[in-house]
């Protein structure tokens, strides 16, 4: 369901039959209690038909499928061979993690420093003007910061925004609370710019 060449998952929607996203494209994200092995989360979406739908996605397509570890062929022009996505991608992936380039990474407000993180723990994504207000779980100290990235730097694993916007507001409560506080903010322009560099 996840297509590493495009950058897609694909979702049913109820009127088109299936929609196809990326990352930017989610809204909401949250790990359903229970199921651990593999954890599944339940995620909203934009689809193309212009409505939110639900989906749900598995621990690994969220967080492994985009480094290109997921299934899928592709046609190696070097070879002419159908060749598995994740043998042309994945030791690809493996040398960036272990020279410790990791494919996201955002800035932690609390904590006053960037930390890479994966795509399950970004919390609520909303898009205004271009760039995409991301709501993080930090997975270092469990707070929640919210950073204006562009939305490559979503879609494009190990694509960093060399800077991006940080708003000034430690954010809690649950899920409702912090979309509504963190709409709030994004209209309020109060962002501070943050360098992303990773040491
Ligand atoms: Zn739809
Ligand atoms: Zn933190």
Redesign the pocket.
């Known amino acids: 369901m996840y297509d590493a060449l495009t950058g897609r998952y694909t979702f049913a929607c109820p009127r088109r039959g299936n929609a196809r996203v990326t990352l930017s494209g989610f809204r909401r994200l949250e790990r359903l209690p229970g199921a651990a092995h593999p954890a599944v989360y339940r995620v909203s979406f934009h689809c193309t038909c212009g409505e939110e739908h639900p989906g749900l996605v598995s621990h690994d397509e969220l967080d492994w499928a985009p480094h290109g570890l997921g299934d899928g062929r592709f046609l190696n022009l070097m070879t002419t061979r159908l060749d598995t996505v994740a043998a042309e991608f994945g030791p690809l992936a493996a040398g960036r993690i272990a020279a410790g380039e990791w494919p996201w990474s955002f800035f932690?407000y609390?904590?006053e420093r960037p930390?890479p993180v994966s795509p399950s723990s970004f919390v609520v994504l909303a898009p205004g003007d271009g760039a995409l207000g991301l709501a993080v779980r930090?997975p270092?100290?469990g707070?929640l910061s919210v950073n204006l990235v562009s939305p490559t730097h979503v879609d494009l694993p190990w694509h960093h925004d060399r800077e991006v916007g940080v708003v000034l507001h430690v954010f809690g409560g649950d899920a409702d609370a912090i979309v509504g506080a963190f709409r709030a903010e994004l209209h309020s322009a109060r962002f501070d710019a943050r360098r992303l560099a990773l040491e």
Do not use: K, N
């Open positions: 932690c609390p904590e930390r930090c270092v100290c707070a």
